[in-house]
């Protein structure tokens, strides 16, 4: 079924909107970004994934320096259109600069233990060197 | 493999960070609420999502009116700690309160055009009344 359109509240949060990146075969979540409605223009455009980054205040393309881009598979909005799910294929071994598939790679236990529950799959400083491409 | 510690970073932007609402058996992403620190501390002690409601400026049971609570299977972390990755139990037939199993129901299609990609599983109306338990 198609409905019309949809506007992508950036309003709601000072013009951004949390974009959950989900591995499309695997259904693993990969990491959370943010996009101003530059940002998600850009990535619907190229089909690769562009964020904003919060703390350099500017677009911010994934895997600009790692080559860790994220290919556009299917784009979702959620049913108030104040988030974005996106759907992808992840080129490389990991989206995480700390070296892991995934930046969710820390369980929080209910003995207040934290446990790692991936494995590295990546050095991080053979990709990134010493100029970290961090999250936003 | 265990560490120490991890402190949320509620203060990155202002109060609240974005908590992913994953379905545990499916790997499917549900929705996107906010949290805060009392609401994260009440989730972590309950077994159960609260959320804070940025609309109604206070802490929101998921489920408070409808039931279809959200049982705490895994909570993780994400690298630099400003996002929260919430694997669940979705008890009843969906979690959005327009009647579908996930609040990601539309697809955007390249040519502009959104798709309703889910069956409803419920009938809002029957489930929430004339008031309406609606995101934050």
Redesign the interface.
């Known amino acids: 079924?198609?409905?019309?359109?949809?506007s992508i509240d950036f309003d709601?949060?000072g013009g951004l909107v949390?974009a959950?990146i989900?591995d499309y075969r695997?259904?693993?979540?990969l990491?959370?970004g943010f996009m101003n409605s530059m940002s998600f223009a850009e990535t619907?455009r190229s089909g690769e994934v562009v964020f904003f980054s919060?703390s350099r205040n500017k677009l911010w393309k994934k895997g600009e320096s790692s080559g860790h881009v994220l290919k556009v598979r299917?784009?979702?909005?959620?049913?108030?259109a104040?988030?974005v799910?996106i759907r992808v294929e992840a080129v490389g071994p990991g989206v995480?600069?700390?070296g892991?598939r995934s930046?969710?790679?820390?369980?929080?236990e209910?003995d207040?233990?934290?446990?790692?529950?991936e494995e590295r799959t990546f050095a991080p400083e053979s990709v990134y060197g010493q100029q970290q491409e961090?999250?936003a």
């Open positions: 079924m198609h409905v019309e359109s949809v709601k949060a949390p959950i989900q695997s259904g693993d979540v990491m959370l619907q919060r299917e784009l979702r909005v959620d049913c108030d104040d988030a799910l995480c600069h700390e892991y930046c969710f790679f820390r369980a929080l209910s207040g233990q934290v446990k790692i529950t961090k999250k």
